[in-house]
Structure formats: C-alpha cells, structure tokens
C-alpha cells in the first residue's frame, strides 16, 4: 500500500483516499437504511411524510439537506421502501457533494479528506441518528475554514463566510462555541493581525450568537439546565469504567489530538497548545458533567455530544499542525479510518439484532384486530441491547412498508409518561409525546381506523393450570445447526399456542420465564439455563429472542425450551432442538 501511495502527489492522495471511503458509505447507507430510522431521524421522517413539507426542529436549517430527495418522493406517490432508502442515500449524496466541493472547486483535497475522516471517526452511534444537526454541520465548518484559509480577505468571500457562519450558527448552539475557538486557534498559530474586513467578519459573527441566543427555544436552553443534579451525579462518576468503555471507540480522535499535542510542540507554538489541550479536555468534562446520569445504562445519547471533540480535533490538525505528509503517514490516516469503518459497521450488525427483535414486536401485532400496541420493558428484551427508545415513528415507518393498511404502533410503557398512555382514546394515535387524531394522519402511507390501546403483557397465575394446556403450546427453535462453545447468544423463536385462551407473560402476579436445559446422551448437563421474559401474551402465534449460553465442553447436544414458574414448577413443553458445539 505504501508503494501504491508513494506514485501520487499529496493532493492525489487526498483525492484518493476520499473516494475509497466514500464506497464503504455508500455500502452502509444502503445496507443500514432502515436501522437508520433511530430516534430523531424517525422523528424527522414521518413528520416530513405525513405533513408533506420539509421538517425544521428547533429553528435549524441543516436538516433541510437530508430531505429533499424523500420529500420529493413522498409527492411522487413512492413506496415508503423507497423513501426510507432515500432518506440514508441523500445523507450520503451530501458528503459526496461536500467532498467534491473541498476537493475540486475550492482546490483543498485535504480539507475534503478530512472531512470525511472527521465524520467516520466520530460516527458510530451517530450514524444511526444521521440528522443530528451536529454531524451535519461538519461539512459546512470544513467549507468555512477552507474558505477562511484561502480568501477571507475578497467581498465575495467576505458575503460566503457571514452566509455559512450564520448557518453554524443557527444549526446548533454549540456551534457558537466552537465557530470563535477555531478564529481563535488561527490568530494564535498564524499569528496575523486581522485586517479591517476581518474585524468586520468577527464583529458580524458575534453579533448573530448574541442574536441566536435570545431566538433560541426551551428545548435549546435545557441543555445547559440543571446543574445541581448534574454536579451531584458527576461527582460520583465513575470515570474508570466510562474510559474502558469509550476509548475503544474514540481511538482515532486520540490518536489525532496526541498527532496535533506533538505538532505545537514540534512547532514550539506553546500558546496553540494550551490553548487546544484546554478546551478539548473542558468540553469533554463538559459533556460528562451534563450527560453523566445516562452512564452506564448507555454512552449511545453521550456520542452525539463527543462528537464535536473529533471535528475541532481533526480541524486543528489539519489546518493548524505542521505535519509529514509522506507515504507512512498518510497510510495511518487511512489505516484509521478502516479501523472505524469497521467498527461502525460492527455497531451496525447490533443495531440491526435490536430491529430484528422490533420486528418481532411488530408482527406479533398481527395476533390482535388493533393497531396500538405496549409493552412493558421487562418483557421486551430477553437481553437489553442499546438505549431504549420509545419507538413510536418507527413502528409507523417500518409497518407502513407492508402497506398503508398494515400500520400498527408499538412502544415500550415506560418511555413514556403513564397520563399519556391512560389517556389516549381510540382515534389518537401518539405524536412523539402527545397525542393526536388519527384525521391528521397521511392516508397514502398511514391508515389507521379508531382502535384501543392494547397491552401486550397481562398478568394471571397459569402455573397451576393442566398439562394439557402446556401441551398445546409448542416452541420452533432457530438456533444454528453448528454453535461455539461456551457463548451467549440470543436465538430467534416461535410460539405457537393452540389453546383457546393466550399464555399470558405478565409477570407481576408469578414470575413466569422461558428457560432451557442442555442434553447431551440422554443425560441433562445444565438443567437450570439463562432466563428470557415472554415478551407478548401469545393468543396464536409471538415471535421473540430466547437468551442461550452454549455448553463449555465440545460435542452434539440437545437444546430442550421450556417455560418456567419460577419458584413452583416447569411446564415440561420440552421443545428440542440438536445443536453441534465446536
């Protein structure tokens, strides 16, 4: 590969590299469109598809950008298939287009491979919840600095940067933080006094942050609120394993802020040093200090705010840091960004597990006549997988691919607030955090008619009932013919229930779990295995995970599923299934 890079100019290594990442995008915003549906980009796409107009959140304009080929879509009459892919693919077509801007027009393949790598590094879970208006700024901060580096002194440029300044601006608040620092870093390292058409540009750029600010709406002045609870949780933050977890995902923006730490210093720019080292490690201890109460059931949510530590960090390098542009160190760039190309798309394989078990959810609607359906948290995950969320554009999206007849909503009870949940009525159906009529709804790609609000988990005591009741109630087990030894996994099943009246999963009343024993010769090895919730009473048929743990030792085996009572007797359903451990 070094050999490869040694036959290009720097610039053609640039051009290059940028290219060869832009593919394995391309590859997940394809592969992962529909599990890319995740929170607020869910959020964003049914209220574009229902309303049939550009969805603006919290006055910021950036993610009009992701829109326009869905929106398009949506009045061409398309398939929801089709927007949804549109959706991920338009993402994609605004990195292409910010690439080749960098790149070609303004002449600076660098600044464009940097972008690219800025936003492969810093995105993981952030790939999943693409509209955040965080990640989608990176391209417009490399176009200004770009800009800045060049030309900032012509009108023309002068008129671009205000423009693109206060698109930062109004995009994000946090934007008015990190706009000024980079201005700062390039006083400090180019140690220019600013001309007269600068000062005009710095004046001008501050006096839309003063006005930003009084515009901003109470979702935007939340996010600095409640200091008190966040200083009392942060004292007790347990930073040792927060690192542990974190750093393997973080390598490259470590790896970057060491690269720029040893460039001042080879620079002997001390002032640039200080400067840098102190306000990357502030916000970072910044971001902690606010999010802290969310670890460790999660570090998902906390990625979107790290994220800004990538992009000031890679900026800084590659604008600020005089660095050896040979073969080597090209190669450790693009060595990096492999790295987390692949552990991106690993997070993406358990992305895609945790919308294989929503899925599930969906589907097992199709026991019951109506379209609302909730779950509770302890039934739904036989093992949690990521951040819970509530999932209620999800469910609208995803079902709606079956046809605007097969629309169902699914949620998890405890996200949201239980005078919501007790209130709803037949015709509402839930809006985020609120409710809505039905009426309002887009009947091209969401039909729903008046329906109750049904709880997929009741309660009642079924332990002590025959055991011709267990034996119309069967297993189909899908487990892999050939497994590892000694690994956890969670293995899709079937219930089946041939009974008149559900197996219920509630386990309020007794403490009812699917379970299995390990047989191997006729003999029962592990009698007593892991616990998985019945995720939804089973009137038919329910589709859900059952959580494993494969044998220690090698050889073929039996995997037996039953239900248990806990603490009063087995079912003895004893659906088997032969397993070959290796």
Not at 217 to 245: C, G
Not at 341 to 357: A, D, M, P, Q, W
Not at 474 to 499: A, G, H, S, W, Y
Not at 549 to 562: A, S, Y
Request: hydrophobic share 45%.
């Amino acid at each position: 590969m070094i050999a490869l890079f040694s036959n290009f100019d720097i610039n053609k290594k640039f051009k290059l590299m940028g290219s060869l990442l832009l593919l394995p995008l391309l590859f997940m915003a394809v592969y992962f469109n529909q599990e890319r549906l995740y929170g607020d980009s869910a959020y964003y796409l049914f209220k574009l598809v229902n309303e049939r107009t550009f969805n603006i959140e919290h006055k910021r304009p950036i993610g009009i950008i992701v829109e326009i080929i869905p929106l398009f879509l949506v009045y061409m009459h398309a398939s929801m298939r089709s927007i949804i892919l549109a959706f991920s693919i338009n993402e994609w077509l605004y990195l292409v287009l910010s690439f080749a801007v960098l790149a070609y027009v303004l002449k600076d393949p660098k600044s464009g491979f940097a972008m690219l790598l800025t936003y492969v590094i810093g995105a993981r879970w952030n790939y999943f919840n693409f509209v955040s208006e965080l990640i989608l700024s990176t391209p417009l901060f490399y176009i200004f600095y770009t800009i800045y580096n060049k030309n900032s002194k012509s009108i023309r440029s002068q008129v671009v940067l205000i423009f693109l300044s206060a698109l930062l601006i109004f995009n994000h608040p946090l934007n008015s933080l990190f706009l000024p620092f980079i201005l700062l870093m390039h006083g400090i390292v180019k140690k220019e006094w600013p001309t007269r058409n600068t000062w005009i540009l710095y004046v001008i750029i501050f006096t839309i942050i003063i006005a930003h600010h009084f515009l901003i709406d109470t979702y935007e002045k939340d996010i600095a609120s409640s200091p008190v609870n966040a200083l009392k949780s942060f004292i007790h933050f347990n930073f040792t394993q927060f690192f542990s977890t974190t750093i393997p995902y973080a390598i490259g923006s470590v790896v970057f802020y060491i690269l720029a730490i040893f460039g001042f210093i080879n620079q002997k720019k001390w002032l640039a040093l200080f400067v840098f080292a102190l306000f990357v490690l502030g916000y970072y201890f910044f971001v902690i200090f606010k999010f802290n109460s969310l670890f460790p059931d999660t570090i998902e949510p906390l990625e979107r705010y790290m994220f800004p530590i990538t992009l000031i960090t890679l900026l800084v390098y590659f604008f600020y840091c005089q660095f050896d542009s040979k073969s080597f160190m090209v190669v450790l760039w693009f060595f990096i960004a492999l790295l987390h190309l692949g552990l991106n798309i690993s997070y993406g394989f358990t992305v895609k597990k945790r919308y294989e078990l929503f899925r599930m959810a969906l589907r097992n609607t199709s026991q019951l006549n109506e379209q609302k359906l909730v779950y509770r948290a302890e039934n739904y995950y036989a093992k949690k997988i990521g951040h819970d969320w509530s999932m209620l554009n999800e469910s609208l999206l995803l079902s709606s691919l079956d046809g605007a007849q097969k629309v169902k909503q699914v949620y998890i009870l405890e996200s949201m607030d239980p005078k919501i949940t007790n209130g709803i009525s037949e015709r509402d159906f839930l809006y985020y955090y609120w409710t809505r009529d039905i009426k309002v709804l887009n009947t091209d790609y969401f039909l729903m008619k008046p329906s109750k609000l049904i709880y997929a988990n009741t309660d009642s005591v079924q332990s002590d009932y025959s055991v011709w009741f267990f034996k119309n109630i069967k297993f189909i087990v899908n487990i892999d013919p050939v497994c590892e030894r000694n690994k956890e996994m969670l293995v899709p099943i079937t219930i089946l229930n041939q009974n008149k009246i559900p197996l219920t999963s509630g386990k309020h009343k007794e403490n009812v779990n699917i379970s299995y024993h390990w047989q191997k010769g006729g003999a029962f090895i592990c009698w007593d295995g892991l616990r998985s919730p019945i995720m939804a009473d089973v009137y038919k048929k329910s589709e859900q995970f059952l959580l494993v743990k494969t044998p220690e030792q090698k050889g073929n085996f039996k995997l037996v599923v039953d239900i248990i009572y806990e603490g009063k007797r087995w079912a003895e359903i004893n659906s088997e299934k032969s397993v070959e451990i290796k």
